[in-house]
């Protein structure tokens, strides 16, 4: 490799693609006359063969490389890309040619990545080379908000009262660029496009990168955050941030987001800016799960709930995952996230719940296939909100919790305004039926044009026998 200096600091970008209010890089700035910045195509994740990392996260993850590859530029910091399936390695191997004096990344709270970067720490003292690690993606450590006792909150709401509690210690947020360093040490590599890695082209659906994170903030606290409460359950309303791609990717900072959510009225009675906090509380609650109860990834949080068998029926997940059990919400939903690469919060509880509840599937299927899907995947919260839905997790009451599809469309979408979007086949079905199409006389459906069975499917199970079954598996 071609290296025109020597002693430059790496910053090793993971999930943290920008330049502004990043902790790591920030420190890195300060710390030496020059630095190179490094993203590792990881292999094991990204390759469309490996189906881990979708198409739509790719997509906007590698759209933001490149921004922020343009921008690290102009302040001389080139970022290498290297692909690798052993990402430790490669790192060191980089520190070593550029006889860097030092590496530095954010933190990140996922098991995996957390016993390699234990690996990193070892194998780098062996060489001597000092890693510097810093809290980024997080306002508060794991371990800073614990009970009384000293152990990890288990439950949300005293969770979230503890957090709050704490906000008088709000890491700050460092504003501006870091400052132009004086060299340029080496040349930064194309970024390369998703459908150079094997990936399908995917139109994203909002603009990736650290400047179209910011406009979204922008918009968001400059209208809707006032009518959040009101409206963030209404999936045919436009009610929510949609920055959680961009909070997965980093292209936004989490103090960024509490600082806009507090200077709008979060603590001082603005109920939409204090609910859209309690979201981002949420998210933070996962990773501490996450980070305390490392199984969780792959078994149930609540330990007593391991051993319940679930049915996991090929036919079922068929149906869920081509959007074709014949009840519209699900539907609906399925059909926006394979589009789009993001479904709403309301949609997520509503289809997991039916996958694991009504279907009675295994939620680590479930998570799989979002993982696929989702353009803002994120391992916490998306293991916790399956676990939840699947009643294996954090929620307090979690078998009796058996969301109805018909009576939760009916409420949230109760014109059939999001299915109707979704779903041109039931385009001209009357209000009434729009849940329920399976209950629509034969004459309605000719003159609907939607014959249940031909245009649109019948309903894969009935509702209310899977309820008495789920409740029943989880009583035993
Ligand atoms: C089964 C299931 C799977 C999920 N998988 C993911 C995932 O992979 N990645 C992900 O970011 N979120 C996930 N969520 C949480 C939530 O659905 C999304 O964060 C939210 O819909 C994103 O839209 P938004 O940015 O407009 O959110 P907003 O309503 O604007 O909320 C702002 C931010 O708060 C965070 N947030 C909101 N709700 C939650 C929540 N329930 N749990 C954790 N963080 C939250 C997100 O970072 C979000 O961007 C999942 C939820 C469920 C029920």
């Known amino acids: 490799m071609e290296c025109f200096g020597v002693g430059s600091v790496l910053h090793w970008f993971r999930q943290d693609f920008r330049a502004r209010d990043n902790v790591a890089l920030a420190a890195a700035c300060r710390m030496g006359d020059s630095v190179v910045g490094v993203f590792c195509i990881d292999t094991r994740w990204f390759p469309a063969a490996a189906e881990k990392t979708g198409a739509f996260q790719a997509t906007f993850w590698l759209e933001s490389l490149r921004e922020l590859s343009t921008t690290l530029g102009k302040l001389n910091i080139p970022l290498k890309i290297i692909s690798t399936d052993d990402p430790v390695h490669a790192i060191l191997n980089l520190a070593q040619k550029i006889n860097a004096p030092a590496i530095t990344f954010n933190k990140q709270y996922e098991p995996d990545q957390m016993a390699q970067d234990q690996r990193l720490l070892r194998q780098a003292a062996t060489i001597g080379i000092p890693i510097r690690v810093f809290k980024d993606a997080v306002i508060f450590e794991s371990f800073e908000v614990l009970t009384g006792n000293e152990n990890p909150y288990t439950i949300f709401s005293p969770y979230k009262r503890a957090w709050l509690g704490k906000l008088a210690q709000l890491p700050p947020q460092v504003s501006g660029l870091p400052k132009k360093l004086s060299t340029m040490p080496l040349a930064g590599d194309p970024v390369p496009t998703a459908e150079s890695l094997g990936y399908p082209i995917v139109t994203l659906p909002i603009t990736p990168g650290e400047s179209g994170a910011a406009a979204m903030l922008e918009t968001f606290t400059r209208g809707r955050i006032g009518f959040y409460r009101r409206d963030r359950d209404i999936p045919a309303v436009d009610g929510v941030s949609r920055l959680s791609a961009h909070l997965a990717a980093g292209t936004i900072s989490i103090r960024r987001c509490v600082n806009a959510a507090i200077d709008h009225g979060a603590l001082s009675g603005c109920g939409g800016a204090e609910t859209w906090l309690s ?50 919400i699900v539907d609906a939903a399925i059909r926006q996230i394979q589009q789009t690469g993001w479904m709403h919060n309301r949609l997520r509880m509503i289809t997991a719940m039916f996958l694991t509840k009504d279907l009675d599937t295994h939620w680590r299927i479930g998570e799989k296939l979002f993982m696929r899907w989702l353009m803002d995947y994120d ?8 676990q939840w839905s699947a009643g294996t997790g954090t929620d307090a009451a979690p078998y009796f919790r058996v969301m109805n599809p018909i009576l939760q469309a009916q409420r949230f979408d109760p014109d059939g305004t999001f299915v109707k979007r979704l779903i041109p086949a039931l385009a001209e079905v009357p209000k009434e039926f729009v849940h329920t199409p399976w209950e629509m006389p034969p004459l309605l459906q000719s003159q609907a044009g939607c014959i249940i069975g031909r245009d649109y499917p019948d309903r894969v199970v009935d509702h209310a026998a899977a309820r008495i079954r789920a409740i029943a598996k989880f009583q035993h």
Not at 282 to 292: A, D, P, Q, S, V
Not at 307 to 325: F, G, V, Y
Not at 379 to 386: F, H, R, T, Y
Request: hydrophobic share 35%; net charge neutral.
């Open 279 to 328: 979201e981002l509380i949420w998210r933070e609650f996962y990773r501490m799960i996450l980070f305390h109860f490392p199984h969780t990834v792959h078994s149930a949080f609540q330990k007593k709930y391991e051993s319940l068998t679930w049915e996991s029926n090929p036919d079922h997940i068929s149906a869920w995952s081509t959007a074709r059990t014949g009840y519209p």
């Open 379 to 386: 391992q916490a919260s998306n293991v916790g909100g399956w």
